[in-house]
């Protein structure tokens, strides 16, 4: 039996799992000496490949100097140097920025800022949230009572979450109901733009978002914008809102910020959210404050992918490799096949319950490549660095039991 306990697997019925030995640009090295092709980047993650010589040469300076240190009571240059870098990427107004350890912790956050938020201005009733059906945020408490569950990934927490709205996507007429029967009580409404990624890499419209500012404005609630899979340049733009020309009161980065190499996030909020929270009164004070927030390692890492996104066109390489899977997959045909979904460096097949997933699993790794299918997605967001042949060999193990 084993001691590590793996994440959404019931252990009893788990296979052996390929042991990687080390990673170089997008390809795994297994113990048993085959090689993997990585379609998913490490859960979408590792933007620029594995072990890229000016992100190791960044970190190895930084642990030259300090590995960690709280910033609680002290500061640190990385921190510092990666809040400005934050500030002048990201949607116009987001002018603070807030670190923690991971994309769920972040959009922990951001719903604990959207609710002080009202609180420190004498109307803690605004506590309730609305969020996309079929959304996923992250699998803490708070977090998990704006991801919608499918049959199986947050059902056993059902019962001890706090009741939220939900809307579906582009249906502006369904959220504008929901606000204008329950704005005393609701204090943000937070989406993932463009698309919804662990929900079945849903896509939906730039306008929706456009509506949905104005309506939140009208409203008074406040907009968050989780970025965590979809910031970086995943679907395009260097963050998925900028199609939409907005910005959010609060954004939620994660996962590509540090190029995939150390948990980390940022909640950056707007100077309207920021200045309720700045005052005389200690009790207006935000309360939040993981012990690794800001650490060094991280931050340096996160600056110097900045650098190699603006030093390598990413931007260019996600176009192209639209345009690649667009060409490898747009005219695939099958009677399996219910969608298929490409944007950016994302692609996913959707297919109906008569695909054995699991042998869509195995006879990709037969073919060298390494995808992680769940629920009826197949699917693929690689690192920017991968290769036409190398989306080629992706996109056929994709497709090859279909
Ligand atoms: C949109 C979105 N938000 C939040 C999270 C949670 O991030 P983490 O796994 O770093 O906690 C994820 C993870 O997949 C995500 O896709």
């Known amino acids: 039996m084993s001691t590590l306990w793996y994440p959404y697997v019931q252990m009893k019925k788990k296979d052996d799992y390929?042991?990687?030995?080390?990673?170089?640009?997008?390809?795994?090295?297994?113990?048993?000496?085959?090689?993997?092709?990585?379609?998913?980047?490490?859960?979408?993650?590792?933007?620029?490949?594995?072990?890229?010589?000016?992100?190791?040469?960044?970190?190895?300076e930084q642990i030259k100097k300090m590995a960690h240190v709280m910033l609680g009571g002290l500061t640190h240059e990385p921190a510092k140097l990666l809040a400005d870098v934050l500030v002048e990427i990201t949607p116009k107004g987001l002018?603070?920025?807030f670190f923690s350890d991971s994309g769920s912790v972040a959009c922990e956050v951001a719903i604990k800022m959207a609710v002080q938020y009202y609180a420190n201005q004498g109307r803690p009733e605004k506590m309730r949230l609305v969020a996309l059906k079929k959304g996923y945020h992250g699998d803490t408490l708070g977090v998990m009572s704006v991801g919608t569950d499918d049959e199986s990934m947050h059902a056993a927490f059902k019962h001890v979450l706090p009741t939220q709205f939900f809307v579906t996507p582009d249906d502006v007429k369904e959220l504008e109901t929901v606000f204008e029967h329950n704005h005393t009580v609701i204090a943000a409404f937070i989406v993932e733009p463009l698309m919804q990624g662990a929900g079945g890499f849903v896509l939906y419209s730039a306008e929706y978002l456009r509506q949905a500012r104005v309506l939140c404005d009208r409203y008074d609630i406040l907009f968050i914008c989780d970025e965590v899979a979809t910031g970086f340049g995943r679907l395009g733009k260097l963050f998925a809102i900028n199609e939409a020309g907005v910005s959010p009161d609060i954004m939620v980065l994660g996962k590509g910020l540090t190029a995939g190499y150390i948990g980390h996030a940022a909640t950056c909020a707007s100077s309207k959210v920021f200045d309720a929270f700045y005052d005389d009164d200690p009790q207006k004070a935000f309360m939040h404050g993981p012990t690794f927030m800001g650490n060094p390692l991280a931050c340096a890492v996160a600056l110097e992918s900045l650098a190699l996104i603006k030093d390598t066109g990413v931007l260019a390489a996600v176009a192209h490799i639209e345009t690649q899977l667009n060409k490898q997959l747009k005219n695939i045909e099958s009677d399996y096949i219910k969608e298929i979904r490409i944007k950016g460096a994302m692609a996913c097949i959707e297919v109906d319950n008569r695909v054995d997933m699991k042998r869509v699993q195995d006879e990709a790794k037969k073919q060298g490549v390494w995808l992680r299918p769940f629920g009826r997605f197949i699917y693929t967001m690689p690192a920017y660095i991968v290769s036409d042949a190398e989306i080629k060999k992706i996109t056929d193990a994709m497709t090859h039991c279909l």
């Open 95 to 97: 002018n603070h920025v």
């Open 18 to 60: 390929p042991e990687v030995v080390s990673a170089k640009g997008v390809i795994l090295n297994l113990k048993s000496g085959e090689y993997l092709i990585d379609a998913t980047s490490s859960w979408w993650s590792v933007i620029h490949g594995y072990n890229h010589p000016r992100l190791n040469k960044a970190l190895n």
